[in-house]
């Protein structure tokens, strides 16, 4: 079974997640979402991959820091 | 002759202006021309003709009395009906909102209002701007001018598709990956997304609040100028808004660009497996703009998979935010499409959502690197041209791919797409320029030499093949 959890067995981690927050999937969007929930698992562990650099800045985002970063490289 | 929905925003103003042309002439061409062709286009929910005759009444009484509100006034144009109108169904596309009618205007559709325009109705997106094309949702699928076999893209498929089939010279969308850029790019039309925070925000129906832009689309390159310099600026009411010094940002068109700086991220594009006679398309353009006299070189900028990954996250935990009680407590009020998309944002962890903000800020800072060395960065604007509609609906529809405007998406940069020409099967291709934050009077003097060098917007080649027959020639002053 896709999306299927190594620690739950019985209950995948799609439909783990989805419970917690209270949600029962439509049945028609069921294959749709679960692409995508994999889709999304993928992206989470490629951008977990990428950690050249971990600085407080990093975790903050805003127009005006961007702008002052850009102007000023550190 | 030319017709009147050739009129580029000068050409018009002057004509306005100079008495030999109203308005309500302007207005009334519109509005024939969309009771002609939209019925097979489907890119307008709501044409809004009482409100746009009275706009463009007033704008005549206005002219006579010697007051001028700017490049708009007069002009007729179209909102994405994601933007909120006062007392205007803002529909979204959704069976959720069908009876929504805001009380107040969005910013931008205030400066344009405020500046004198003709609004001549509510564009068709994509269900919440989700993206599509999907047909168990409220309105039908927007069919593309170039050929109606063939989608617009999405989601602002109606400002796209309405600017180039002639309805209108200027459009508002929005554009959150490239809802704006890739639409723009399959309908042979000039779309731009600002740089965060340039133009507000406020009245938008969010999808990714910290990626939403209000991005305009227009006939050439001089419209999107003209037309950028009424809908910029500071806006209190939008938290993103950024405070700068207003600017005109036609300054530049027309200027010399020998000598400028411009990176080729062609490396980028081969590796994401871009369409080859889009790519010979674009290194005929770099040759011409290296004819201008544009040092071009290659750059390499980072993956296209990393700033898919990151923005896939972002988008999918903001857009679940904003829908989580509905899409708990009205599910079968969602098409399947929007619904698919969004539920599965349930799945993006806090610590997942952070990574992807953690490595947005490295990939602004990889952006920001080429653009010390570089004028300007160009790619394509999509993969390809338009995509085939799929008439079979049982096959389901496959998770965002996502295009090369995901890049400024993220760094909030600002970029344009601009025609380059035309696909062996008729279809238009784009190239995306992308500018340091705040440089769009740059950005747009390089799409600007692009445009004049191609000569795709100027000519017929430029031209959707409809609805020749019902060019209306200049006509003199017939308004009261």
Redesign the interface.
């Known amino acids: 079974m896709r999306g299927k959890s190594q620690v739950h067995s019985g209950e995948s ?2 439909d783990l ?2 419970r ?7 049945p ?2 069921r ?7 994999e ?6 562990r ?3 991959r ?5 600085t407080k ?5 805003s ?2 820091a ?2 002052r ?2 102007a000023e ?1 550190q | 002759m030319i017709a009147l929905h050739q009129l580029s925003l000068s050409e018009a103003g002057r004509t306005l202006r100079a008495g030999t042309m109203s308005s309500v002439d302007l207005t009334e061409a519109a509005l024939d021309r969309i009771n002609a062709l939209d019925a097979n286009l489907n890119l307008f929910f709501l044409v809004t003709a009482e409100r746009a005759r009275s706009d463009a009444r007033r704008a005549d009484a206005e002219m006579r009395a010697g007051i001028d509100k700017g490049p708009m006034h007069g002009i007729p144009y179209g909102l994405k009906d994601i933007l909120d109108t006062e007392g205007i169904p803002t529909t979204c596309n959704s069976r959720l909102f069908i009876d929504h009618r805001p009380e107040q205007d969005s910013a931008v559709e205030a400066r344009l209002r405020g500046g004198g325009g003709v609004l001549l109705g509510k564009l068709s997106t994509s269900e919440f701007a989700c993206g599509g094309p999907a047909e168990d949702v409220f309105f039908p699928v927007s069919k593309n001018p170039w050929s109606p076999d063939h989608y617009t893209g999405g989601s602002s498929s109606g400002s796209a598709g309405g600017v180039a089939a002639g309805f209108m010279r200027v459009a508002i969308g929005t554009d959150t990956g490239g809802s704006t850029r890739v639409p723009a790019s399959y309908c042979g039309v000039v779309g731009l997304k600002p740089t965060y925070g340039l133009v507000s925000t406020r009245g938008l129906f969010p999808l990714a609040p910290t990626l939403d832009h209000c991005a305009p689309l227009s006939k050439n390159v001089q419209d999107m100028a003209l037309l950028l310099n009424v809908i910029a600026g500071f806006d209190p009411g939008d938290p993103a808004s950024v405070s700068c010094p207003p600017e005109d940002y036609t300054c530049n068109l027309g200027k010399s660009i020998a000598g400028k700086r411009i990176g080729y991220a062609r490396q980028f594009l081969v590796e994401a497996n871009i369409l080859p006679e889009l790519l010979a398309k674009l290194d005929e353009t770099i040759d011409t703009l290296r004819g201008l006299g544009a040092v071009v070189e290659e750059v390499s900028i980072p993956d296209f998979e990393l700033f898919r990954a990151c923005s896939r996250l972002i988008v999918s935990a903001e857009a679940f935010a904003v829908h989580e009680e509905t899409l708990i407590s009205r599910p079968r009020d969602y098409g399947l499409l929007a619904y698919g998309r969004l539920v599965a944002g349930a799945s993006v962890s806090g610590g997942d959502l952070i990574q992807a903000f953690r490595l947005r800020h490295e990939l602004i800072l990889a952006i920001a690197d080429v653009l010390g060395r570089y004028d300007a960065v160009v790619t394509s604007t999509a993969w390809g041209s338009a995509p085939p509609l799929n008439s079979s609906a049982n096959s389901p529809p496959p998770p965002m791919i996502g295009a090369p405007t995901i890049i400024a998406s993220l760094t909030g940069n600002p970029a344009i797409s601009v025609p380059i020409g035309l696909s062996k099967e008729g279809l238009p291709f784009g190239m995306q320029i992308l500018g340091r934050h705040f440089e769009e009077a740059w950005v747009l003097q390089i799409a600007a030499a692009v445009e004049a060098a191609i000569g795709f917007t100027g000519s017929e080649l430029g031209l959707p093949p409809i609805g020749c027959d019902l060019s209306r020639p200049i006509a003199p002053q017939t308004a009261g």
Do not use: C, K, Q, W
Request: hydrophobic share 55%; proline share 4%.
């Open positions: 981690d799609f997640v989805m917690r927050h209270g949600i029962e999937v439509m028609n969007a294959e749709l979402a679960l692409s995508i929930f889709d999304l698992t993928r992206a989470a490629l951008v977990r990428e950690r050249s650099m971990v800045a990093a975790y903050i985002f127009p005006e961007v702008l970063t850009v490289p």
